[in-house]
């Protein structure tokens, strides 16, 4: 900060980060009665929700399940959570984001969220219709006998990238209910007295800003996956890899937190996607660089993807034939073309530079469980099981792919990520010291902190964090009256 004396903005609560939990934040608080304004330091709110596929997982009878067909239950929805998101997931967050889930819905819902009571019942990352409902893993094994499988990915009324039209409908209902928005403005610091955060100091095109909140400050900034030396001493597996945001992830609601006696938690977690196509893989199977198959292919790609990067030696190639690529209509196969084809596998995995005659004997055993129509492997759906026939192709994962009119996600070698560990909150969203005691006056939500996961991923689980856990923060800071 400058000498100069900086200008005082005051409110009751003061939200620094508009994407989804910073919305929701602000919204609960200012339906609690508090004067709230929210901090923004890109010229537009919505962050890396804005951009992302728009899924928010919800469960346990919504509304939308129900207007498809499908019954669902707290307890199967936990069951499956925390069996996706582990190991290590937080468990007392997860019985409460399940338990609450239905009221969440609706709430969203109320707020102008919208949900077509239509399922996508494809394999892919994002729909490329406007359905509201879409499976997410649930389905798969090992997941449908450890839970009733229900589909829980609640998404927007938009093909692809739906973040969009739920950052719209959030941002809306936050000035409907009276959140005062600036935008261009980067918080740099707590302001701290008496033992009490009080407020932050910003830069507002180049002028300090000292904003004063009387009953809490709400960190909604998003995660760490474009700060370099953060990852390399936090997330290292993310290092070299695509990054899943709008370029300001950068830790800094983190750091300002750490600088006032914050703790963090599971700094290591992190989501990685490989750009791969579901539609194509569940046609054939997925292998790595040995010539290896080592997943159910019908699996959530995130669970693929995790299972690829942080277990099998790369490249890794989705195996097809001629009839399961033409199966795929032209839409759905997102920009995808085979990279090599050949009518005999040793010659293939040779192209490829796999150990003589791995890929045959892959699929080989794979071809001999589809006759059987069983996946003894992997337990792949009986629905998916085929044997693959000459000609066969192979998808290099590391092209990408181009959903609608986007680039791909990954930069260079198909695989892109994002960061899950941040500071260590309350379910409530009262940032803790390291010895376990709140900060007062300070709280968090979203990829700021640590959620509901452990060492897995589900999509629409940041969305559906974020925003749960952002207003359960929000009503906290509004009630905390100094």
């Given at each position: 900060?400058?000498?100069?004396?900086?200008?005082?903005?005051?409110?009751?609560?003061l939200?620094?980060?508009?994407g989804?939990?910073?919305?929701?934040?602000?919204?609960?608080?200012?339906?609690?009665?508090?004067?709230?304004?929210?901090?923004e330091?890109?010229?537009?709110?919505?962050g890396?929700?804005?951009?992302?596929?728009?899924?928010?997982?919800?469960g346990?009878?919504?509304?939308?399940?129900?207007?498809?067909?499908?019954?669902?239950s707290?307890?199967?929805?936990?069951?499956?959570?925390?069996?996706?998101?582990?190991?290590?997931?937080?468990?007392?967050?997860?019985?409460?984001?399940?338990?609450?889930s239905?009221?969440?819905?609706?709430?969203?819902v109320?707020?102008?969220?919208?949900?077509?009571?239509?399922?996508?019942?494809?394999?892919?990352?994002?729909?490329?219709?406007?359905?509201?409902?879409?499976?997410?893993?649930?389905?798969?094994?090992?997941?449908?006998?450890?839970?009733?499988?229900?589909?829980r990915?609640?998404?927007?009324?938009?093909?692809y990238?739906?973040?969009?039209?739920?950052m719209?409908?959030?941002?809306?209902?936050?000035?409907?209910a009276?959140?005062e928005?600036h935008?261009d403005?980067?918080?740099?610091?707590l302001?701290?007295?008496?033992?009490?955060?009080?407020?932050?100091?910003?830069?507002?095109?180049?002028?300090d800003?000292?904003?004063?909140a009387?009953?809490?400050?709400?960190?909604t900034?998003?995660?760490?996956v474009?700060?370099?030396?953060m990852?390399?001493?936090?997330?290292?597996?993310?290092?070299?890899?695509?990054?899943?945001?709008?370029?300001?992830?950068?830790?800094?609601g983190i750091?300002?937190?750490?600088?006032?006696?914050?703790?963090?938690?599971?700094m290591?977690?992190?989501e990685?996607?490989?750009?791969?196509?579901?539609?194509?893989?569940?046609?054939?199977?997925?292998?790595?660089?040995?010539?290896?198959?080592?997943?159910n292919?019908?699996?959530?790609?995130?669970?693929v993807?995790?299972?690829?990067?942080t277990?099998?030696?790369?490249?890794?190639?989705?195996?097809?034939?001629?009839?399961?690529?033409?199966?795929?209509?032209e839409?759905?196969?997102?920009?995808?073309?085979?990279?090599?084809?050949?009518?005999?596998?040793?010659?293939?995995g040779?192209?490829?530079?796999?150990?003589?005659g791995?890929?045959?004997?892959?699929?080989?055993?794979?071809?001999?469980?589809a006759?059987?129509?069983?996946?003894t492997?992997f337990?792949?759906?009986?629905?998916?099981l085929?044997?693959?026939?000459?000609?066969?192709?192979?998808?290099?994962?590391?092209?990408?792919?181009?959903?609608?009119?986007r680039?791909?996600?990954?930069?260079?070698?198909?695989?892109?990520?994002f960061?899950?560990?941040?500071?260590?909150?309350?379910?409530?969203?009262?940032?803790?010291?390291?010895?376990?005691?709140?900060?007062?006056?300070?709280?968090?939500?979203g990829?700021?902190?640590?959620?509901?996961?452990g060492?897995?991923?589900?999509?629409?689980?940041?969305?559906?964090?974020?925003?749960?856990?952002?207003?359960?923060?929000?009503?906290?800071?509004a009630g905390?009256?100094?």
């Amino acid at each position: 900060m400058s000498g100069q004396a900086a200008a005082a903005v005051s409110c009751d609560v003061l939200v620094v980060g508009l994407g989804c939990a910073g919305a929701t934040a602000a919204i609960e608080a200012a339906e609690a009665g508090a004067s709230v304004v929210a901090l923004e330091r890109a010229s537009a709110p919505g962050g890396s929700s804005a951009l992302s596929g728009g899924e928010l997982y919800l469960g346990g009878g919504t509304a939308t399940q129900q207007a498809c067909g499908f019954a669902d239950s707290a307890e199967a929805m936990y069951d499956f959570l925390v069996a996706a998101l582990g190991p290590h997931a937080d468990e007392e967050k997860l019985r409460r984001y399940c338990e609450g889930s239905v009221e969440h819905h609706d709430w969203l819902v109320g707020h102008g969220v919208v949900f077509k009571p239509s399922l996508h019942d494809r394999p892919t990352w994002m729909p490329d219709t406007d359905d509201g409902l879409m499976w997410l893993g649930e389905n798969a094994a090992p997941f449908n006998s450890l839970a009733q499988p229900a589909p829980r990915g609640h998404r927007g009324p938009a093909p692809y990238y739906a973040g969009k039209v739920l950052m719209d409908a959030l941002v809306e209902a936050a000035a409907a209910a009276g959140v005062e928005t600036h935008t261009d403005t980067r918080a740099v610091s707590l302001v701290v007295e008496d033992g009490r955060v009080v407020g932050v100091r910003a830069r507002r095109f180049g002028e300090d800003v000292e904003y004063r909140a009387a009953r809490g400050v709400v960190l909604t900034t998003g995660g760490f996956v474009d700060n370099e030396p953060m990852l390399a001493d936090h997330a290292p597996a993310l290092l070299g890899h695509g990054k899943v945001s709008d370029g300001l992830d950068d830790g800094s609601g983190i750091a300002m937190a750490l600088h006032v006696g914050a703790a963090t938690r599971r700094m290591h977690a992190h989501e990685i996607a490989l750009t791969y196509l579901p539609a194509l893989a569940v046609r054939g199977l997925v292998v790595d660089g040995l010539g290896q198959r080592f997943v159910n292919e019908d699996s959530y790609p995130g669970i693929v993807s995790h299972a690829a990067v942080t277990h099998r030696p790369a490249p890794y190639w989705v195996i097809v034939d001629e009839i399961g690529f033409e199966d795929v209509p032209e839409r759905e196969r997102w920009g995808v073309r085979p990279a090599y084809a050949a009518e005999d596998l040793d010659e293939l995995g040779a192209e490829l530079g796999m150990p003589a005659g791995a890929l045959a004997a892959t699929v080989a055993a794979y071809n001999r469980d589809a006759e059987r129509g069983e996946d003894t492997w992997f337990r792949k759906d009986p629905d998916w099981l085929r044997p693959l026939r000459p000609p066969y192709a192979a998808i290099d994962v590391a092209v990408g792919f181009h959903p609608g009119d986007r680039d791909s996600a990954a930069s260079g070698n198909g695989v892109a990520g994002f960061t899950l560990g941040g500071l260590h909150t309350t379910p409530d969203g009262a940032v803790l010291t390291w010895a376990g005691e709140p900060i007062p006056g300070l709280y968090a939500a979203g990829r700021a902190t640590s959620g509901i996961h452990g060492d897995g991923y589900i999509s629409g689980t940041s969305l559906g964090d974020g925003t749960f856990f952002g207003r359960a923060a929000g009503r906290s800071a509004a009630g905390a009256v100094r």
